[in-house]
């Protein structure tokens, strides 16, 4: 069943990897140092860099997972909801006669007699 303090979290979780990537993303390879080196620490940015976006997409599935576990939730509560509610007033239909004549249409009949 849903719950909103799970959202909450995967929302949270969600925001930290994002900030965690950023932060990834503004290392650069020092320029000062050799090929092999900035070949090396390019690689492992690399790794790390999709280490997290993995982390992050696991993060919106999960988070999908649980919007959609709300809603349907709230849906078939609303619709639960509807359905009692037209039942009651079904039966409350049921329980009144119908009149044939209202009121106007008594009045009306009655001005067509004095004329």
């Known amino acids: 069943m849903f719950s909103e303090n799970k959202l909450v979290q995967l ?3 969600i925001e930290h990897l994002t900030r965690e ?3 990834i993303n503004q290392t650069q390879p ?3 140092l050799i090929n092999t080196t900035n070949i090396l ?3 492992e940015y690399l ?3 999709n280490e997290k976006k993995t982390q992050i997409i696991s993060s919106y599935e999960e988070y999908v997972k649980e919007l959609e576990a709300y809603l349907t939730s709230a849906l078939e509560r609303k619709l639960a909801f509807l359905k009692k509610t037209r039942s009651r007033l ?3 239909a049921k329980k009144r006669p119908r009149r044939k004549h209202t009121k106007k249409s008594k009045k009306k009949s009655a ?3 004095r004329r």
């Open 111 to 113: 001005k067509k007699r």
């Open 41 to 43: 620490r390019t690689n």
């Open 30 to 32: 020092i320029p000062e």
């Open 47 to 49: 790794t790390h860099a």
């Open 21 to 23: 990537l950023a932060t």
């Open 11 to 13: 929302k949270q979780k």
């Open 90 to 92: 079904e039966k409350k």
